[in-house]
């Protein structure tokens, strides 16, 4: 399958400041590219959708203010925690998709804000 | 989020046993997909589905996407430590693989020697 990077794998940082993730997909060009959230023990949950060259599209109870999302290539999204706080500490995986082929999960970043 | 209703929640299994798991909605998916994600990793395609009553195998691993398209089984065979993880359904609701995926909510396997 596709592969798709994650960087940083683990993150930790002070309460209040900003963190940024990366996510490319490193050989082939994803149109689309999500970001989720994984809380422990628990499932997938979908945070927005993002399209190369337009505004992200956010789930519903997702601010879009706090989460900002770019995607300025086929291969690259970068999601940015602001004035992060605890209850934001949480796995964050993207994924990467192209019209004739199906998603692909990066490996995720570990976020701990304390 | 919308979310599919996966069952069983939890196996304790020994190994050589069968598993099987199932994933239900209340509406129509277009796509059917199966993930496996251990700890601390991302989710890991095993199988994806794309027609009504499609049945695939990927080694031990088979699946089926349901006739009323509505739900979707994975089925392990003689299974073997390095099955442990928590298994995920999800589905396309809207045709296109790059329409967003909706999960289910997991089962997580244990296998004992």
């Known amino acids: 399958g596709a592969v798709v990077s994650q960087h940083p794998s683990r993150v930790i940082c002070k309460s209040g400041t900003s963190v940024k993730i990366e996510c490319r997909s490193l050989?082939?060009?994803?149109?689309?590219m999500f970001w989720y959230r994984q809380f422990p023990k628990q499932s997938l949950m979908l945070m927005a959708t993002?399209?190369?060259?337009?505004?992200?599209?956010?789930e519903q109870g997702v601010e879009k203010d706090k989460f900002l999302i770019n995607h300025a290539s086929l291969t690259l999204s970068t999601l940015t925690v602001t004035s992060a706080h605890p209850e934001d500490s949480s796995f964050y995986i993207c994924?990467?998709?192209?019209?004739?082929?199906?998603?692909?999960f990066g490996p995720g970043t570990r976020l701990t804000v304390l | 989020g919308q979310q599919l209703n996966q069952s069983p929640q939890s196996m304790f299994i020994q190994e050589g046993e069968d598993v099987s798991m199932n994933c239900t909605s209340s509406s129509i998916f277009n796509t059917w997909l199966w993930y496996k994600q251990e700890p601390g990793e991302g989710p890991v395609l095993l199988i994806a589905l794309y027609k009504a009553g499609e049945l695939t195998s990927n080694g031990r691993l088979t699946a089926q996407f349901g006739i009323t398209r509505k739900d979707s089984f994975l089925n392990i065979s003689a299974s073997i430590p390095s099955d442990v993880g928590i298994y995920f359904c999800a589905g396309h609701a809207r045709p296109g693989t790059a329409s967003k995926l909706t999960f289910g909510t997991g089962t997580r396997l244990q296998v004992t020697l």
């Open positions: 050989d082939f060009q994803a149109t689309t």
């Open positions: 994924s990467a998709g192209s019209s004739t082929d199906t998603q692909y």
């Open positions: 993002s399209n190369e060259g337009s505004k992200a599209t956010y």
